[in-house]
């Protein structure tokens, strides 16, 4: 597959020179030898290490926890590239803020015949306890995390939808501090998009949804199952950024419908949540009665008006991946524009006519569950052995409907590190995007995940993938840096660059 996947910097398969509007990047990598990009590379993972930026790796003995592997050379997006997917990534999160505030609500979708009810009603992910419940200012998706894969100059798909608790953003940021540190010599060649400014910009969203009449300065918390959660660095990392208080379900009660925090002064009234817990653990009133991991009563707090949850419960229909294979129709039946951002061709294995197709194809198919996350409970047919195809076909005879299929793209290459020098890897992309009362918003980065076994398809950080970081770049690429270094500016997103402390963090080599 490597060989024949579009290679983002080099262009076309084979060729030994960068895509003209790449250039500098493709004769920087030409210029730095291959122990240089591995020495820079090891220093930013001994600093992850250090900062213990972990992630679960499930089903491996030897470590529980270990960082996620970092890439040193960047993944581009040119001025005229992001537009477009920006253009499209506004106009998909709204649509399916407005799919799940109608699914709750009226059901014209379901009226009308756009989606099978049961293919909604009947879904595990749709809670019928939030049925009639209204989030304040009327939005549901606060943070999405929409997966983009890319098969060519200009062709772009939506991979899968994340509307739950999407997660990634904290490597996003520590990787792009790693680059200005590492390699700021790309900075001073490319005019590139700043992100540091993500944590002020979800704060601002957090505070633009709190319920009406709360004041100017609602109090807002990060709720956290604990630190045996796979991605509770990240909490940690944002509720720091923030300035918010990171809380687990011992520091939180309701009273008369209320949310309070328990905090040594006594107690204060929280008005946002952002949750990084499933909707199963939220309250054990309301959902899994043996959860230790929720709090009770906030579901009746939350109907009540008197807290917003970010993300609102009862999101995770949205990224089913039976819904997913609607979204085209239902981008189109509440913007009334087709969908900027085509879907990947989908086999619902529920439909007879489909099942045959994919039962007689698995070998050249990627099988997924519907309701599957993390890269888990997945067949990647052409790399999968005759035991693992026999294993699906079985699993799909008994339980088509848990099951959509999807063709084996050639997914895109970035060069990327690798034992014998830098080699093509398959990427995949996460930008997020923010969702408050004044709008949807785009952040200009985003998380570039990197398969790094060769040949491989499989990028997610569970599956032992690494990541890279993304560099969107900006409009007017004529720059100088002068003695008081260099700012970047894109969307109310600022970073600066002191041209003094590059020139040190370049000769010292050491994170």
Known sequence: ??????????????????????????????????????????????????????FAVYGENEAAERIIPFDIVPRVFLH?????????????????????????????????????????????????????????????????????VRTGPDDFFVLEDNARTPSGVSYMLENREAMLRLCPELFREF?????DSYPDLLLETMKSVAPHGTGSNPTCVLLTPGHYNSAYYEHSFLADSMGIELVEAADLVVDDDVVWMRTIAGRVKVDVIYRRIDDDYLDPLVFRPDSALGVPGLIAAYAAGNVAIMNAPGNGIADDKAIYSYMPDIVKFYSGGECKLRNVETWRCREPQALKYVLDNL????????????GYGMLVGPTASKQEIEDFRAALIAEPHRYIAQPTLALSTVPTMAKGGLSPRHVD???????????????????????????????????????????????????????????????GMTQTLASQSLGAQTSGGNS
Not at 7 to 25: Q, S
Not at 109 to 134: S, Y
Not at 363 to 374: C, T
Not at 474 to 479: E, L, P
Request: with cysteine; glycine share 12%; hydrophobic share 40%.
């Open 1 to 54: 597959m490597g060989k024949q996947a579009f290679d983002e910097i080099m262009g076309t398969p084979g060729d030994t020179t960068a895509r003209p509007e790449l250039a500098a990047l493709g004769k920087w990598i030409e210029d730095t030898p291959n122990a240089e990009l591995r020495r820079r590379q090891e220093a930013a993972e001994t600093t992850f290490r250090q900062l213990g930026i972990t």
């Open 80 to 148: 005229d590239e992001w537009t477009r997917l920006s253009e499209g990534l506004v106009q998909r999160v709204e649509a399916i803020n407005a799919f799940l505030n109608d699914i709750y609500g009226e059901r014209r979708i379901l009226k009308e015949g756009i989606l099978p009810e049961d293919l909604v009603l009947g879904n595990a992910q749709f809670r019928p306890e939030i049925a009639g419940i209204r989030p304040p200012h009327g939005v549901w998706a606060h943070i999405c995390g929409i997966d983009l």
């Open 191 to 195: 005019r590139v998009a700043a992100v």
């Open 363 to 374: 070998e050249d198919v990627v099988v997924k569950l519907v309701d599957g996350s993390g």
């Open 429 to 491: 992309f996460r930008p997020f995007v923010l969702s408050g009362a004044k709008g949807v918003q785009v952040v200009p980065g985003g998380l570039t995940r990197v398969a790094l076994k060769e040949g491989s398809l499989v990028v997610n950080s569970s599956q032992g993938g690494g990541t890279k970081d993304s560099f969107v770049l900006m409009a007017d690429q004529s720059q100088r840096m002068n003695a008081g270094g260099m700012t970047q500016t894109m969307g």
